[in-house]
């Protein structure tokens, strides 16, 4: 499967659906002060820089017609303007298609946090709205940076698959399922195959590079941290071992002087953190952190979905190193569910 998303795409909006109508929603930080920002969101000449041509009373309790780029072209209405921090405006008012969109701001130093929610939307057209809400946000930075905007259809259309797999499209979600089976069932092996080691024998090397079974396994730990929250997510956990002074995956053999249990518990807290990100990120969306730069210039991450196929190649890699330490070990073989 595969899309037209640009590389360096950050997918700034989520999806929900509840009571049978569903929500956009999109949070993002803006380098200007919270007044400015208001002006960008309120002032008409502004707005048609970036988003619509907006015609009519404005103020509170105002109606206006607006035709925006997305070529929606429909009437609103004021029903909240707490200047500068909250607007809420009401779409197509008693219109079977009536919508509610609000905008909350909120200043954060010399910059500003928006968050924009339409609501009321029929769920199955959240993924285009979805993708609609990000063109339009990402018109708004180009016009504070005092750029044009971009060709809003055809960015939309680079922005929909991504969204569709937000919003629940079958043939997204089957990629999906497959892929965080394969990670899954790899991360299972790897566990099952030190399964009944005692602490000495997981400490013990087997090959003349020096590494050992619970070492890879931290390894393994740092790996999925590394790619999931570091790169993928852009904000690492504050990690709280090794403690300082201990290498974490510097060269060298992997190895470890954390009791087995320690160890094993990292690893599969670290598994956990990595679901959690890729229940919220869209396969197609891009790493909001840096890639190794070996990496970057081969073009080989590109999105979360090459994330977690390295990451299948990399964990199954490891458990065959694993299967050739437990043979030599005790001579047991055949561990683990592949």
Known sequence: MTS????????????????????????DRYPTDIED????????????????????????????????TSSWDGTGRVEVCEPPRRLLLRMSPGQPQETVIEARLAADGDQTILVIEER???????????????????????????????????RWTELTPPYQDLAGDPLWQAERATLTAFLQAQRRSVLAIIEGLDDDSARKTVVPSGWT??????????????????????RPAVLLWPPPGEAA???????????????????????AISDQVLTR???????SGDVPPD??????????????????????????HLDLARELIDGRTGLGPR
């Open 4 to 27: 037209g998303t640009r590389a360096g795409t950050r997918i700034v909006g989520s999806l929900r659906t509840a009571g049978g109508k569903g929500t956009v929603r999109l949070e």
């Open 281 to 287: 990120t869209a396969l197609t969306a891009s790493p």
């Open 213 to 234: 079974p619970l070492g890879m396994i931290s390894h393994l730990a740092h790996a999925e941290r590394f790619w999931f929250q570091q790169v993928l997510a852009g």
């Open 120 to 154: 009321g939307l029929p769920p199955g057209e959240l993924a285009g709205h979805g993708a609609g809400w990000q063109a339009h946000a990402e018109d708004l930075t180009a016009h504070l940076a005092g750029r044009e905007p971009a060709d809003w259809r055809s």
């Open 295 to 320: 990496l970057a210039a081969a073009g080989d991450i590109c999105t979360a979905r090459d994330i977690i196929l390295h990451m299948i190649e990399e964990t199954a890699r490891h458990a065959g």
């Open 249 to 271: 995956d510097e060269g060298g053999p992997f190895a470890t002087q954390h009791r087995a249990e320690e160890v094993l518990t990292f690893y599969r807290d670290q598994c």
């Open 37 to 68: 920002l208001w002006s960008a969101l309120t002032d008409p000449r502004r707005l048609a820089r970036w988003i619509a041509e907006v015609e009519g009373d404005l103020r509170l309790g105002g109606e206006f017609r607006a035709r925006f």
